[in-house]
């Protein structure tokens, strides 16, 4: 198992969090955006920079994940794909996308950009808080648990 960032979008709280995760798991951690994100030094965290333009970080990530890798990223067209090829999908609040939810997330994602583009104010997401950061690593935790070694 290796872990894919979409560090593009990565909150910094949940970084040490990985960081300290690849560590004591000994798992790859790769952080993938179009610009150098810092890493401590490890043999277990890499970065992957990427051209600037849209989604250059996810098509990086879609065509490299393996089935069995986890990917963290809050991109729910990415999530999808990464599903289909096989991949464990969770994001940075520490919800998993799964084969079963995935469809509803892309219809109510596609929902929400059509009442967007009609003029509705839909509001933004919470901000990203100390609930959600203990969400992640717990989440985090129970799935490199259980991956198989």
């Known amino acids: ?3 894919w960032v979409d560090a593009d979008a990565c909150p910094n709280a949940i970084k040490p969090i990985l960081f300290k995760a690849a560590e004591r798991c ?3 951690c790769i952080f993938v955006a ?6 401590p030094n490890s043999k277990w965290l890499t970065r992957k920079v990427v051209p600037s333009g849209f989604d250059e970080a996810d098509l990086y990530i879609e065509q490299n994940v393996a089935a069995g890798d986890l990917v963290i990223t809050s991109d729910i067209p990415l999530a999808s794909d990464c599903i ?4 464990l999908v969770m994001t940075s609040k520490g919800e998993q ?3 079963e939810n995935i469809k509803q997330k892309l219809q109510m994602r596609d929902f929400m ?3 967007r583009s009609s003029g509705f104010e839909t509001g933004g997401s919470a901000p990203f808080g100390d609930r959600d950061k203990a969400a992640f690593a717990n989440a985090l935790d129970r799935l490199l648990a259980k991956r198989p070694r």
């Not at 179009?34 to 890493?39: D, F, R, T």
Request: without cysteine.
């Open 34 to 39: 179009n610009v150098a994100i810092a890493l």
């Open 84 to 87: 289909e090829r096989g991949a």
């Open 26 to 28: 000994e798992v790859t």
């Open 97 to 99: 996308y799964t084969r």
């Open 1 to 3: 198992m290796q872990i």
């Open 113 to 115: 950009d059509q009442m």
